[in-house]
């Protein structure tokens, strides 16, 4: 990973997250096969021996069928371990990018330039006895495969954080730029121009926002003297939520300066 984060001159690294090698459960697949063989192995020796002796080999019908079924429990916990056993993963956070690396598989590396956006989404979810929060942060390529970072990943919460900050710090600028060159900037849910903010086929313009901003995990656009949102969207609709937060307020603020500034002298 270091050494792929020099070649594209990704800087110094910044955060890393990784899953944990899980252990294959032997112990699941061992003893039921060490029960079971032995058992099945019993049954046709008697099953032989009855059928010698008194021409009636299904008297042993019984140990067979047990014999045969703890053999199959250990086939059965055997494909489940194999089928959800899974490679381990580390994603590093660089100054300048990010890599990936599947054990057994060369890492893959990506300029923030080559970043299409990220999303994030922060669930809480309560059974009425306890209570628990989830994490899924979603770092899109515009070419390659999605990378996802989850509390599957030690760090997760922190790393997804700090990624953030670094991202918006850089896609800040370059979208923000491209706003006061009129261009439209789209969010997959959303999208900004220098008229307004949109939803779908839906527009409001700068000095009727009122506010942006995100509750429970969702977006919400507010429009002067109305009380519910103009509009609302799940936060992981929104790709670069942060940069579509700074942005709008930064618009929306300024529109209201210029509808208070005072006309100067004819």
Do not use: C
């Not at 080559?114 to 994030?120: C, K, S, V």
């Not at 030690?154 to 006061?180: P, Y």
């Not at 779908?200 to 700068?206: S, V």
């Amino acid at each position: 990973m270091r050494r792929v984060a020099r070649e594209f001159e990704l800087g110094s690294r910044q955060g890393l997250v990784w899953t944990e090698s899980h252990r294959f459960p032997w112990i699941v697949v061992l003893l039921p096969a060490l029960v079971g063989l032995p058992v099945l192995w019993l049954g046709i020796s008697s099953a032989v021996e009855q059928q010698r002796s008194q021409g009636a080999w299904y008297y042993a019908l019984p140990l067979l069928a047990l014999g045969a079924a703890i053999v199959a429990a250990a086939g059965y916990f055997l494909f489940l371990a194999l089928a959800r056993r899974q490679p381990q993963v580390w994603v590093g956070h660089y100054r300048h990018g990010i890599v990936r690396e599947v054990a057994g598989h060369v890492p893959e590396a990506y300029s923030w330039d080559e970043i299409d956006g990220i999303r994030w989404r922060t669930t809480k979810v309560t059974t009425g006895i306890t209570s628990t929060t989830t994490h899924e942060l979603w770092v899109r390529p515009r070419e390659g495969a999605e990378i996802t970072v989850t509390d599957a990943y030690k760090g997760a919460v922190r790393f997804t954080e700090e990624l953030d900050k670094t991202f918006t710090r850089v896609r800040l600028a370059q979208d923000g730029d491209r706003l006061k060159a009129g261009e439209r900037i789209d969010f997959f849910g959303a999208y900004l121009d220098p008229a307004g903010v949109g939803h779908l086929d839906h527009r409001l313009g700068w000095p009727e926002v009122d506010r942006v901003t995100v509750k429970k995990g969702w977006l919400e656009i507010h429009q002067h003297g109305r009380g519910k949102p103009w509009a609302r969207l799940p936060v992981e609709m929104v790709q670069n939520l942060s940069v579509f937060l700074a942005l709008a307020t930064r618009m929306s603020q300024e529109a209201a300066g210029n509808r208070r500034r005072p006309d100067g002298p004819d």
